[in-house]
């Protein structure tokens, strides 16, 4: 097991059980965060259909009678162009060398392109096992498929690494994927206790919620510009959960947005947010949501650290 990665003394798991660290490595929207999700069985990545949507590596935990898999949702491998997309690129990397394994998605639905080749090199060259899965084949045809699976061959990977057909949204070939998964990773202890799903700290957790539904009301750079932060989580007598949080935007007018008309947007976007985290809590949530601005907050090492965003 990797030692940058130590197990978990307190998990659980022993002789006859296997567990390890998959890297999820993929270029940005190919459905890492949905199949995450998937095979954790519960909303661990937050998921967008926009680019850049995971900006830190998000842990999910998997565990079966005698496996866990720690599944780390790597942010979409670019170039990087400021302090934010640097230290994305940077974690990208360090993950993938501290894994156990690495999964690389690929999109069906889109040719193999420079990025893909890019990935599929940096997962050959970090010496560890790999299999690859090439997702939403459920919108393709019988010979488009046999064509996305024939394209993913060509890649220039390791020569044992398996190549899956999947579709994450539905769940189809997910099943033959992750036994092959369990299959590559070491035998072991769990890492975690068996009940965990993922490891982000609360703050983090909820945070993301709120950003996800940035991602799904706002256009062109406005998501890419905007961060969310969780600063204080109270317990109310009577069961209520009070989150504080901020929304962080690079100008004036950026912040306009955000608010809305007579504050219309930010209201939409709070009482969404609060209903995912009623959800993943099974809480009462009361949501102080404002909204801040940060010039160049992206550029911002002391900001980015807090924001936890290694």
């Known amino acids: 097991m990797n030692a940058a ?19 999820l490595a993929g270029r940005p929207n190919v459905g890492k965060s949905t199949l995450l999700n998937r095979i954790v069985g519960a909303k661990v990545a937050i ?15 998997a565990t079966g009678e005698d496996w866990q898999l720690v599944l780390v949702d790597l942010p ?22 501290d894994s156990d394994t690495v999964l690389f998605l690929l999109n069906g639905e889109q040719e193999v392109g420079p990025g893909d080749r890019f990935i599929a090199a940096a997962a050959t060259a970090a010496g560890i096992p790999c299999a690859v899965a090439v997702n939403k084949v459920d919108a393709l045809d019988h010979p488009r498929t046999v064509a996305a699976l024939s394209a993913a061959a060509e890649l220039e990977l390791p020569p044992e690494a398996e190549i899956f057909p999947i ?24 890492l975690y206790p068996p009940a965990e799903t993922t490891d982000l700290p609360a703050e983090v957790r909820l945070a993301e919620l709120v950003r996800e539904q940035v991602l799904a009301r706002t256009r062109q750079e406005l998501p890419h510009a905007v961060e969310a932060e969780v600063e204080e989580i109270d317990d109310r007598p009577g069961g209520a959960l009070v ?18 008309r007579g504050g219309g947007m930010v209201r939409a976007i709070g009482t969404a947010a609060r209903r995912e ?34």
């Open 5 to 23: 990665h130590p197990p978990n003394p307190s998990a659980a798991g022993g002789a006859g059980t296997r567990a390890g660290f998959v890297a």
């Open 47 to 61: 998921v967008s259909p926009r680019p850049q949507t995971t900006r830190r590596a998000i842990r999910g935990i």
């Open 76 to 97: 979409g491998s670019q170039r990087p162009r400021d302090a934010l997309t640097e230290r994305m690129q940077r974690r990208t990397e360090r993950e993938l060398r």
């Open 167 to 190: 579709s994450a949204r539905t769940g189809a070939g997910v099943e033959a994927l992750l036994e092959a998964l369990v299959a590559l990773v070491p035998e072991g202890p769990y």
């Open 243 to 260: 989150v504080q949080a901020h929304l962080w935007a690079e100008s004036e007018s950026q912040k306009s947005i955000l608010v809305g």
């Open 277 to 310: 985290i009623e959800t993943l809590t099974g809480r009462r949530v009361h949501l102080d949501l404002t909204v801040r601005v940060r010039r160049a907050w992206r550029r911002d090492e002391t900001l980015l650290d807090r924001l936890g965003i290694e």
